[in-house]
């Protein structure tokens, strides 16, 4: 008799344990996990760019994929994303290319003072160009979309009108920007963006030289009442993934991804330039910022300065072996074909 109620008790665990074990495992397999690192904070635009990937990737494959963000250097900063990238430390990282100049030269071309005249045509200009490349420094990633920053602009604590006055003046950039201000006989100070809230603050730079959408999201304009309108250079980024990350995807959800890229790269630049007249609303009204128009004459004096940058870059680029000249005409034509 012990033995048969044993035997059912038994049999009844049994079944409790299969039954819960069965009916409650999950309908669908659980989602594909990926990290995506990001460097400056939230709001920002690469933040906002990150976070409207991750919604469209998510929705395009039914919840195939979770995608979770880190914006804010909370898992890669700024100048360890490339490698943090390869080195699988994420899945996803998104790096601002002119931090590192030497290391991106043909994408880098794009921030030379080639009048690139906003942020959409820029990204469509970029897009396209490392299409049309594939430069060796991207052969150990996947490449899943590249945008650009429109022009950018002089966000200073004391007024510039004229070379005489940014003379000497600490102001913060970054990569080729840099090199525009040191022609213009600026104090070049170079660091990320995500350094230069404290570098204002402290009083390390008198302002810095950006595309201006930053007056509003790093709320620059509370220091820096006075922008100069230069509208020089853009700076470009890429979104880049582990390759082995890459590999192990579906084809379906690599499929997703691939369509996104141009996609990806339109919808930032049209955001970009969009929020830039937001953020100078914003500034205007907040904080009574002045925007400084230069005469055309004192604009012609600055871009004479910036005359030599493009020949500098052409013999160096072919001294180390790139079609430099090639590459700045391309850029010509395929910014020209975009801004139609
Ligand atoms: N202009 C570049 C890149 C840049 C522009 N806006 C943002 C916002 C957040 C991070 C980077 C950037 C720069 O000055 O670094």
Redesign the pocket.
Known sequence: MLKRVSFLLAAVIFATFALTTFLSAPAVAEPIKLNYAN??PAP???CVQMERWKEEVEKRTNGKVAIKTFPGGTLLDAKAMMDGVIGGQADIGCL?M??QPGRFIVTNATSLPLDLPNAKVASLTLWDLYNQYKPDEFSQVKVLTMFA?AP?NLMTKKPVRTLADIKGMDIR??GG?GEILKAWGANMVGM???A?PEALQKGVVQG????L??MK??KYAELCRFVTMTDTVI?PFAVVMNMDSWNRLPDDVKKVMDDLGAEQALWTGEYMDAHVKESMDWSKETYNVEVIQLSDGEKAEWNKLLEPMIDKWVADATAKGLPGEKIIEDIKMISKKHAE
């Open positions: 460097f400056p920002t635009f690469p601002c002119a931090y920053t950018s950039a970054s920007a990320p963006m995500s230069t810095l030289f950006s595309s959408e930053v999201d790093f700076y």
